[in-house]
């Protein structure tokens, strides 16, 4: 498995291309697991889903927090009026 990446590497160096020379081994990697590796988005889908109620209380506490200055203006003006 690895051979393959040692021989494009040799290979590149052979070529006299001496940028391409340096990230030979990450070129090498991403060719080998290209072939052999198969990506599972059920798990990460799954997370997404456990965490969504946790996301839309985050999201639904920024809101009035972003918009917290204007909200204490208008309370501050009702109590103001029975003062």
Do not use: C, H
């Not at 639904?60 to 003006?77: C, G, N, T, V």
């Amino acid at each position: 498995m690895f051979g393959l990446g040692k021989r494009i590497k040799n290979w590149i160096q052979a070529q006299k291309l001496k940028a391409l020379g340096k990230v030979a081994p990450g070129i090498a990697l991403v060719l080998i697991t290209l072939g052999e590796t198969t990506i599972d988005t059920s798990q990460m889908t799954q997370m997404i889903n456990d965490m969504l109620p946790l996301i839309i209380a985050m999201i639904s506490l920024a809101i009035p927090l972003i918009f917290i200055k204007y909200i204490m203006r208008f309370i501050e003006k009702i109590l103001s009026g029975f003062g």
